[in-house]
């Protein structure tokens, strides 16, 4: 029977969903800012199939030149593209299925933490909330920002997880919250940074209410933390550290998306109309970050429902009321007295307005003060926090009304009435604009040509391009490659002085291999930028490698003779060290897997 109701929770989530991605459901792709993804998981599927589980070189990015993709952009999302991918999907629709994961796995995810709180009803009536709030349709339709709208279906998992761990403090809630943290920083690390802000208010909050065994807590907590950190280090690890060889501190943080430009002005929240464009400094962006009539009208009516609520309170005698939903509610909430459920509803509503406080220029003070925020480039970043906790303050307070409703017949009739109703009028008013501005009519093959990604993708995307490689400035005074299109050569390699005959033996993303006859002293030219981690061997040995020159090239000099030349994209000692963390904790959750359904089956 329980099984049954979660299929049947589910089935209505998906339902809900639908309009989310209805757009989606054709043969074409469609425009967005972020148009990288089909050659980012192109070129994932291609390291896979040369060998390599988790490349972190790639090449024809860079101008063809190479790029150390995944060495600093988050892989997950990719990951499950390529599982769809391998399944028989085109890489479109590999892609575009990602999405609609990503929508219906958010919902259901917020139905569940939800439901710790409220009724089955009132949490579908969230998962409306949170799956049409305006900025999740920016992340997809006009931003095209795939890892930052899918961390948005994993952040309700992780507060689903403190959540359970707090009420049942023990080593599987422990590792599970522990997975979810890891799964988040591999999304999208940018977004794991300030959710750490949110999981600090939840401790502090958890510690003035309960009064429980804190160490035990505590205990587990850190080691949550502990093992998240580890399964992800093989990524953020070498990411964090090994940043400063690119030009991401001189691209990004200083000239493309400062922080102090791209605040939203209050009145953005209430009149900003729907658009394609980008972020500008003002309050005329292109793009929408207005919070929806819907939510706004259903958060006044929270706060409305809440304060008569406190009246009713205050105004007569303690009383035990009877909850039209006693057999779905969890135990630990039908025991919570009044004053209990308030704080929570509070709670909430505190997080909601830190999160919208935290995108105005207001709290500038605490960007300048928080270093490490600058990397967030855009503080409208935090309405993804804005989006959770709406969604839960608003459905929590109207439920929180209809509960003391105890005089009036057929409550939990009415209760469903009004979430249909305002379900189904959020759904229609705000998910008519889940809809790309273009469709288009190309094909895989088109969208991975040697064109299109070594010049049209690279021009986009180059923060992690090598430090000291030629730039200039571009139109807009940003700093830019200073690489023409008749500049790309499509040749691995080339003799810059010198004669010889050259056999190309390998040419894969992280190794290169030569047969080369030099009839004199030559100067051999990898076409790839050097980065930490390339080294080169002439007969198994290592030799010098060069980079003085316009892009960094990988150069060397070879005597006369014949010689076997082999470039390899080897592992730094902080990527080892990243490896080995990830690879120990991995085995650690896989052993804690056997032990618990060794004990589950001995019972």
Not at 28 to 43: C, E, K, T, V
């Amino acid at each position: 029977m329980q099984k049954l109701k979660k299929f049947f929770d589910f089935l209505i989530i998906l339902i809900i969903s639908i309009p989310s991605f209805l757009s989606l459901l054709n043969s074409s792709f469609f425009s967005m800012h972020d148009n990288q993804h089909i050659a980012r998981l192109f070129l994932l599927d291609k390291g896979i199939n040369q060998g390599y589980f988790y490349p972190r070189w790639v090449d024809l990015l860079g101008f063809n030149f190479g790029y150390p993709l995944f060495n600093f952009y988050p892989p997950l999302v990719y990951y499950i593209g390529e599982l769809f991918h391998l399944v028989g999907f085109s890489l479109i629709w590999s892609i575009k299925l990602t999405f609609i994961l990503g929508f219906v796995i958010s919902a259901y995810g917020i139905f569940l933490l939800a439901k710790k709180f409220i009724s089955r009803n009132f949490a579908y009536l969230a998962s409306i909330f949170y799956t049409y709030f305006f900025y999740h349709g920016v992340l997809i339709y006009v931003r095209g920002a795939l890892s930052e709208f899918f961390s948005l279906a994993i952040i309700p998992y992780l507060f689903l997880g403190i959540e359970n761990l707090r009420d049942k403090p023990n080593l599987k809630n422990s590792v599970l919250l522990g997975i979810v943290i890891a799964l988040l920083i591999i999304t999208h690390p940018l977004i794991a940074f300030p959710t750490l802000i949110y999981i600090g208010f939840f401790f502090i909050f958890y510690l003035l209410l309960y009064s429980f065994k804190r160490i035990k807590w505590l205990g587990y907590s850190m080691l949550s933390g502990m093992l998240g950190l580890a399964f992800s280090a093989f990524y953020w690890l070498p990411s964090m550290l090994e940043r400063k060889f690119t030009l991401v501190e001189k691209i990004l943080t200083k000239e493309l998306a400062s922080f102090d430009v791209h605040f939203i002005c209050i009145q953005q929240f209430f009149t900003s109309n729907w658009g394609y464009g980008g972020s500008i400094p003002g309050c005329s962006d292109g793009m929408t970050f207005q919070i929806g009539k819907s939510h706004i009208i259903a958060l006044v009516l929270s706060v409305f429902s809440v304060g008569l609520f406190i009246l009713q309170r205050h105004f007569r005698p303690p009383y035990r009321h009877s909850r039209p939903d006693r057999e779905s509610a969890d135990p630990r909430i039908r025991e919570d007295d009044d004053k209990t459920k308030l704080k929570y509803y509070f709670f909430f509503l505190f997080l909601t307005l830190f999160s919208l406080f935290m995108t105005t220029d207001y709290s500038l003070f605490i960007w300048k003060n928080v270093a490490y925020l600058s990397y967030l480039q855009f503080p409208w970043r935090f309405l993804t926090f804005t989006s959770l906790f709406i969604s839960l303050t608003s459905a929590y307070g109207i439920y929180l009304l209809l509960i003391s409703l105890e005089k009036i017949k057929n409550r939990k009739v009415l209760m469903s009435l009004f979430v249909l109703v305002y379900g189904v009028l959020t759904i229609y008013f705000v998910g008519r604009y889940f809809v790309p501005q273009n469709y288009i009519n190309k094909s895989d093959r088109q969208l991975t040509s040697f064109d299109e990604v070594a010049w049209r993708v690279s021009r986009s995307t180059f923060e992690f391009a090598p430090k000291g490689i030629k730039t200039t400035k571009s139109n807009l005074n940003t700093t830019i490659p200073n690489i023409r299109i008749i500049d790309i050569d499509d040749t691995s390699y080339e003799v810059v002085d010198g004669k010889a005959q050259v056999i190309s033996i390998k040419n894969k993303f992280m190794e290169k291999e030569y047969l080369v006859k030099a009839e004199e002293d030559i100067i051999f030219r990898q076409n790839t930028f050097n980065f930490p981690g390339w080294t080169a061997y002439q007969n198994g040995k290592k030799i010098d490698i060069s980079d003085n020159n316009d892009f960094k090239l990988i150069t060397v000099k070879l005597p006369k003779g014949e010689h076997n030349l082999s470039f390899i994209f080897e592992d730094t000692l902080v990527r080892k060290i990243g490896n080995y963390l990830s690879i120990a904790s991995i085995s650690s959750i896989f052993i804690f897997y056997l032990l618990f359904k060794l004990k589950k089956i001995k019972s």
